[in-house]
């Protein structure tokens, strides 16, 4: 079993930056895919970013390339996601979820790929 715990969320304003943290307890946390996902109101949960075991390589929905960062430390046991030239439509809750190496099968993009999710964190954007 893993432990995700996200922190980090808030109020900003539109064109600044944040950065979520994502704690994981219970296993070794370097043999974990990682991802954040987002669900704003009325809309579906869906993939923002996501980063594999070791940090080689990481992937991004388009809506954030070139504005968003996923980067991971595997000594802390934490993922985080830097999130710069924030928008209002960036507004949302924030999850952080978790698949072991064993169980990943590249679909990093998909809810259904994670075992693990964290309880989220508000992030609101204000025009």
């Known amino acids: 079993q893993v432990q995700l715990v996200e922190s980090g969320g808030g109020l900003v304003q539109a064109g600044g930056s944040l950065r979520l943290s994502c704690a994981a307890s219970?296993?070794?946390?370097?043999?974990?895919?990682a991802g954040w996902f987002r669900q704003a109101p009325g809309k579906e949960r869906e993939f923002v970013a996501a980063i594999r075991w070791s940090g080689g390589s990481t992937y991004y929905a388009d809506f954030v390339k070139g504005r968003f960062t996923i980067s991971r430390d595997n000594a802390k046991n934490t993922v985080y996601l830097q999130m710069n030239s924030l928008k209002p439509e960036d507004t949302a809750v924030y999850y952080c979820?978790?698949?072991?190496?064993?169980?990943?099968?590249?679909?990093?993009?998909?809810?259904?790929?994670?075992?693990?999710w964290g309880q989220g964190t508000q992030v609101t954007v204000s025009s």
């Open positions: 979820a978790a698949v072991s190496r064993g169980r990943y099968m590249g679909t990093y993009y998909s809810r259904q790929a994670y075992d693990y």
């Open positions: 219970g296993r070794t946390f370097s043999s974990y895919a």
